[in-house]
């Protein structure tokens, strides 16, 4: 799993900017990699050059019966 987060650090506060962090996550709770960007583009372009061949999964999408949670 990898995601993509915002925040700060004290030298981007002082110039108003935000930081994008792309984090790589094994079994959604342990931390393996994280990479910073300040750009959101840049953050989204890293992980379509490094993890292109995943599959995503609408998390939004109605689902039904037990074995379809987004929890699993």
């Given amino acids: 799993m990898a995601m993509i987060s ?3 650090n ?3 506060i002082e ?3 935000l930081e994008y962090y792309v984090t790589v996550l094994e079994n ?3 931390e393996v ?3 910073r960007f300040d750009s ?3 953050a989204c372009l890293y992980l379509n ?3 292109a061949d995943w599959t995503f999964e609408d998390q939004t999408a109605t689902k039904s019966g037990c074995s379809t949670c987004a929890a699993h």
Avoid: I, M, V
Wanted: aromatic residues 14%.
């Fill in 6 to 8: 915002f925040g700060a």
């Fill in 10 to 12: 004290p030298d981007s």
């Fill in 15 to 17: 110039e108003d900017r």
């Fill in 28 to 30: 959604e709770d342990q």
């Fill in 33 to 35: 990699f994280q990479e």
């Fill in 40 to 42: 959101l583009t840049d």
């Fill in 49 to 51: 050059e490094n993890y």
